[in-house]
């Protein structure tokens, strides 16, 4: 009993780009060689006996007063499988110039006789992105990529390559970007207000979880890693743009963003656009979950694309589009897709651009479009209202390469909300939890209503938890979902202002099955611990009636 008191989009910003020095030894990986932590080389000597991968030997490396990185050697054959092998008797050089804007081109130049293939790619992940051959006729092959980096203080393929961190405030943007090339920006009026209706703070956080195992549609594949984008669960007042890199661009043209569903376990499409030139794809969401790319067919079923026009709108005027009813799929078949995208007045106010293309399974749909304002640039927006639109857009014709058709453009500069409060297909806003030193946050995706706690021992053995949910040291549990007010993704959160140094014990309990009549007896739960700005999720499951003890974190 309880006892407790009652989907493709365009994104018109410019990522910014890192650049580390790598250690003066390249990593052997599948015959090839990262010479930089994401920078892959390899070569492989065609001969009248057949083909043989070829040994890199590095012959030195430099920084020029610019910052620009410099890296030349060369590949040579295997002694042990040529009589003519030796590290001083090269097939091919190499000079790879890095720079210090993230550019990077590589210059293979064959000094043999047989033919050489060579390979290249950007974040390898067992398929080489570029390639080519040189020879007796033609000596001289380049590979050009964006974005590189690497170095003694990005440990490469460590997972602190792809994880990042950052703070925005209701009346405040933030881009966040991890060394592998994920990010995400939020733009101002993204984060909803605090509990007090004052601006609110949120921390947004990347990690890297390729554990999980998402069902794809067939015939597709995924070409990324799997980025847990936080904090997990909150609905966001306008949509956020997400960016991941990808493994393999042989088939980016068709690519597109998918994020896993934690409570119906089903993946929604959001779309996306790919970056040739940094080898990533970005698209909108108004929540997180798990995110990642995946390759899509490039037949007449792929999605369609709608153009939401804002301009003309006046300033600091944002729209946010979702279908209000979905009258009919073309292909029944396509997965479940995302549904908000947000776009701001003329130019690129705060981040957003005033013409987002709108990825969506072809079909026909009745958009709802809602509308945030404020006067001044230090105002916190404001809810105008919303309008469904009497016009249907019809979807017809697949976004994809070669042909990016757009199938309707809807111009939403001078629309005029005729209702109020928000659209029915946009989610409520979460409210912005407390932050500070440390910020500890629970979260777990059940349809079933189910009631987990929160708890946290302080080092003087003090437990923060629903009955305790304040103490003398500043800690304090701001949010709890409860069975009386139960929504399926809703967070617990304590925080602390100014962290005591010590260890800190976090516990997940079971608390209650709010419906009686309910056979659940386990249910998935995640943890992000927020360090002094840097983040780390535990995920696990939780029985019936138990307790599980989740993680202990050292505060310095």
Request: proline share 6%; with cysteine; net charge negative.
């Amino acid at each position: 009993m309880n006892f407790k008191m009652a989907k493709k989009t365009v994104f018109c910003f410019m990522a910014g780009l890192f650049l580390f020095l790598m250690p003066l030894n390249a990593v052997a990986q599948d015959g090839g060689y990262s010479v930089f932590s994401d920078l892959w080389l390899k070569s492989v000597l065609r001969t009248s006996a057949g083909s043989f991968t070829l040994v890199w030997k590095e012959v030195g490396r430099d920084t020029t007063p610019t910052g620009d990185n410099v890296v030349s050697g060369y590949f040579y054959a295997d002694p042990a499988q040529f009589a003519y092998g030796s590290q001083y008797n090269p097939e091919i050089f190499v000079k790879i110039y890095v720079a210090s804007n993230g550019w990077a081109n590589i210059a293979f130049n064959h000094v043999t006789v047989d033919p050489v293939d060579v390979y290249s790619a950007h974040r390898y992940n067992g398929n080489a992105q570029k390639s080519g051959s040189v020879t007796l006729s033609s000596r001289l092959e380049e590979h050009s990529y964006t974005g590189v980096s690497g170095g003694p203080d990005d440990p490469g393929n460590s997972e602190d390559s792809f994880t990042a961190s950052g703070t925005a405030r209701t009346d405040s943007s933030v881009n966040v970007q991890t060394a592998s090339g994920a990010g995400v920006f939020v733009p101002v009026g993204a984060v909803a207000p605090g509990l007090d209706g004052n601006v609110g703070t949120t921390v947004f956080s990347i990690e890297r979880d390729n554990s999980l195992s998402p069902a794809l549609p067939e015939g597709e594949k995924r070409i990324s890693d799997i980025y847990r984008f936080g904090p997990s669960g909150f609905n966001f007042q306008q949509a956020v743009s997400v960016t991941v890199p990808l493994s393999s661009t042989e088939t980016v043209e068709n690519a597109a963003l998918y994020r896993m569903n934690e409570t119906s376990g089903e993946i929604e499409m959001i779309g996306g656009v790919f970056d040739a030139a940094a080898g990533t794809i970005t698209g909108q969401t108004a929540h997180f979950s798990p995110i990642f790319g995946a390759s899509v067919p490039a037949d007449d079923s792929a999605a369609g694309c709608i153009l939401l026009d804002n301009s003309g709108a006046s300033q600091y005027t944002w729209r946010n589009v979702c279908p209000s009813e979905i009258l009919e799929f073309y292909y029944p078949g396509a997965a479940p897709f995302e549904g908000m995208a947000s776009v701001s007045p003329d130019g690129c106010t705060s981040g957003w651009c005033n013409q987002i293309k709108y990825i969506v399974p072809q079909g026909r749909y009745r958009l709802c479009v809602e509308t945030w304002t404020k006067e001044f640039q230090s105002d916190l927006p404001r809810l105008v209202g919303h309008k469904i639109l009497p016009e249907i857009a019809d979807v017809g014709k697949p976004y994809r390469y070669p042909r990016y058709d757009i199938s309707e453009t809807v111009r939403l500069g001078n629309l005029v909300m005729d209702q109020e409060g928000p659209c029915p297909c946009s989610s409520v806003p979460t409210s912005s939890v407390g932050t500070g030193d440390l910020g500890i946050t629970l979260i777990w995706h059940s349809s079933v209503p189910v009631d987990l706690d929160l708890w946290v021992t302080e080092p003087g053995g003090n437990m923060i938890y629903y009955e305790e949910p304040i103490s003398s040291t500043g800690g304090k549990l701001d949010i709890d979902n409860q069975c009386d007010d139960y929504v399926a993704g809703r967070p617990e959160n304590i925080f602390w202002k100014n962290a005591p140094a010590g260890n800190y014990k976090v516990e997940v309990n079971w608390f209650d099955i709010c419906n009686y009549g309910s056979s659940l007896n386990s249910v998935s739960y995640e943890v992000r611990v927020v360090n002094k700005g840097k983040t780390k999720t535990f995920t696990g499951n939780i029985s019936a009636n138990a307790t599980v003890s989740v993680t202990t974190v050292d505060m310095q």
